[in-house]
């Protein structure tokens, strides 16, 4: 294999070239501080590649920056290296396995043994990949030749290089996170900048409805009152059902400005459509009440067997706080119902009464992967709805090991980091009624005594990664 392999058969080819590069290759990229990277050749593809995790854009719109962090060495994940160039671009690139997605275009200088030239680069994570980078043919000057038949035909460098950068312990630092809220009065607002300042961060109010947006151009921005938002570090969306759709758009505004998000936009959309919920929530195999829609009114007769007969719960889709659901106990209410809410153009779903709930729900509270807190409401009497809104009591609840399952489960299926996920207790086990994406702190806090705002920014703190390392440490060596 010694060999050296010229491809003399092509005359496209110059052999006479004396920058010969073969299909892997040690790099260094001086302007970000690397001074040692293994790449893959890969002329196969246009741009080349560069690994970037915790990306952040930075600076004014006429100097866009960008912020990021890069592992060099995939066999030692401690090796961590904070890197900021100039945004040139942000372009949808197709990867190798066919997915697309939006990248920042950085530009910057590569050198290869005592050759440097300047190169543009997009940053993606790697992380899955064996190289960290990938050297495309755009970054190949014409008079450069690729030999993909061998490997470091250039001087052979060493992530032992990076061994002056000092090794800290990543610095827990002062978070800037947006409370999106167009009630800062509220006890949930409340308690979650209390909770926020107590951990050292800075939480800002901001009023959902009152952002506008810039959208294109490669810098995103959030607008309010005249002025652009400053970057978030991290976002918490607590976005009311009356605005769902804007209050969307903003979040995801607000996520492609880099802000890390409580909550995504697309989880808050699958658990505010109902529909969408209910399919998501089978698909898993989580159980929940025999739920009928229909759009037709022919189907009305049908509908209501489906969902068991009577008594049957019928509800507006919209329905918050109980307002919406009525319970049909016979079959001639239930169709007189339905008929009533076609009449008003009125969104419903018709639905199995769960019985042996006995008037009462479970609202269970989840942070990240864990039931932080849970509660039972319990309806007033002669009541079958259990809202605190509607003169329901609570109290604290102990959950089975199935109905912590089945919280967790249907949080992780619709994307929510934070959920509540109420549950009725069936003869069958656990019954899913619906997932909040905004659940409030008042009554859980004060049912179970505990620090659940707490638990949410701690959330926030273990996502957004801290920048340990900058470069700015880095000595070069020569
Ligand atoms: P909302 O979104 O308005 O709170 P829910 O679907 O949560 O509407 O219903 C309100 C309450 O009515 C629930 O908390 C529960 O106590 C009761 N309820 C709702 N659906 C059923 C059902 N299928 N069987 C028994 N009780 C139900
Ligand atoms: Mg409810």
């Keep these: 294999m010694g060999e050296a392999k010229r491809q003399g058969n092509s005359g496209r080819i110059d052999v006479c070239s004396d920058f010969v590069i073969g299909w892997e290759e040690w790099v260094s990229l001086p302007d970000l ?29 006429d100097n866009p920056q960008v912020r990021f962090m890069l592992q060099p060495n995939p066999d030692n994940p401690d090796l961590e290296i904070t890197c900021s160039a100039p945004v040139i671009d942000r372009r949808y690139v197709t990867s190798s396995n066919g997915d697309s997605e939006q990248r920042y275009v950085i530009s910057t200088h590569i050198k290869i043994a005592d050759r440097t030239w300047p190169i543009e680069v997009t940053l993606t994570d790697r992380s899955s990949m064996a190289y960290r980078m990938l050297l495309g043919r755009s970054a ?11 490997s470091f035909i250039q001087p052979q460098l060493s992530f032992d290089l ?35 300042r107590e951990r050292g961060h800075v939480l800002e109010m901001i009023d959902t409805s009152r952002c506008y947006m810039r959208i294109g151009g490669t810098i995103s921005e959030v607008h309010y009152d005249g002025k652009v938002l400053p970057r978030y570090d991290a976002v918490i969306p607590r976005i009311g059902a009356s605005i769902t759709a804007y209050g969307m758009a903003v ?84 169709e007189s119902l339905v008929d009533a809410f076609r009449g008003l153009d009125a969104n419903f779903l018709v639905q199995e009464f769960v019985k042996e709930a006995g008037g009462s729900d479970i609202r269970c509270f989840v942070v990240g992967n864990k039931v932080v807190g849970a509660m039972m409401r319990s309806a007033a009497e002669g009541e079958f709805r259990s809202n605190l809104h509607r003169g329901g009591t609570a109290r604290v609840v102990k959950l089975s090991r199935d109905e912590r399952n ?37 009554g859980i806090e004060a049912v179970t005594k505990k620090d659940v705002a707490s638990q949410m920014i701690m959330l926030l703190e273990s996502r957004v990664r801290p920048l340990s390392k900058t470069r700015d440490t880095i000595t070069k060596r020569s």
Excluded: W
């Design 140 to 150: 190949i000057d014409s008079d450069m030749v690729v030999d993909p038949n061998r």
């Design 33 to 61: 501080g690397l001074p040692a990277i293994k790449a893959k050749v890969d002329t196969g593809a246009k741009t080349p590649a560069l690994h970037a995790s915790v990306i952040e854009p930075f600076g004014p719109a």
């Design 162 to 196: 990076f061994r002056n950068i000092p090794h800290r312990k990543p610095i827990h630092r002062p978070l800037r996170i947006a409370l999106l809220t167009r009630e800062p009065e509220n006890y949930s607002s409340r308690r979650l900048a209390e909770a926020a």
């Design 251 to 334: 979040l995801r505004q607000f996520a492609s400005t880099g802000a890390l998000c409580l909550n995504s936009a697309e989880a808050i959309g699958a658990s505010r459509d109902k529909l969408l919920a209910h399919q998501l929530l089978a698909r898993a195999g989580i159980g929940m009440p025999i739920t009928t829609f229909a759009n037709s009114p022919k189907d009305t007769r049908d509908l209501i067997n489906i969902a068991g007969g009577s008594p049957v719960v019928v509800k507006l889709l919209e329905s918050t706080q109980g307002r919406g659901v009525v319970l049909a106990e016979t079959r001639k209410a239930a």
């Design 406 to 442: 089945v919280a967790r489960l249907a949080s992780r299926e619709l994307g929510l980091s934070v959920a509540g996920v109420d549950i009725l207790r069936s003869s069958e086990g656990p019954k899913v009624l619906e997932v909040n994406s905004s659940p409030g702190l008042q």
